[in-house]
């Protein structure tokens, strides 16, 4: 898996929701720059930075004077507040940029997921040669053996698998496309293919897609 996307390129729930939490919960910028938002990622990031900055610098400018009436009789003089409040007001802003950028993320990867609902309630058309070679190179994890398309997904233990199982059920469910689903422990073999149309259909690949960014969350 690819850290960075490519501008542009959409993104999945999964790496929303992460670029989200990093944003908020750890640094902001660094989410946006993880799901490929460069120019946003990079001006979040140079605010938080120099925002710390500034509150170190204050920090450190209040500490030492106190530190000095260890060694002297030097009383400490008046707190500067305005390097303090500057850099708090570059956090924040920074903090709310990426907080703006998360949401326009997670909005995203909705809108991603239900054009790939509404690619599977397209015509079961069958694909041509040609046509399954170019979807295949979209899920290279993917094998293929006739006209079945199968993957095998393998999670840290069983109830890892069974969670991944239960949420492919209620995808396939509203797509009203089913897999066939083998579970061996730590191990999930998807198989997909439309019977009605006698053959792969684009519904299989979008449904392996979907599949694959499930197994990321």
Known sequence: MKPFSAPGQPVS???????ALVNQLATPGLGSLMAG???AGMGQLALAVAGFTLIMVWFVKIIIPYYGM???ESQPGPI???IGGLGAG???LAWFWSLVTSFSLLREASRVN???????AAGQTKLDEAQIQA???TVPQWQRNGDVIARVFQFKDFPDAMKFVNAVAELAEQ???HPDIDIRWNKVTLALSTHDAGGLTEKDFALARECNALSLR
């Open 13 to 19: 729930r999964a790496k929303a929701r992460n670029a």
């Open 37 to 39: 938002r460069w120019v």
């Open 70 to 72: 260890m060694f002297g």
């Open 80 to 82: 500067n507040w305005w």
């Open 90 to 92: 570059l956090f924040a």
């Open 114 to 120: 239900l054009q790939s609902l509404k690619t599977f």
């Open 135 to 137: 979807a295949l190179a």
């Open 175 to 177: 797509a009203q496309h």
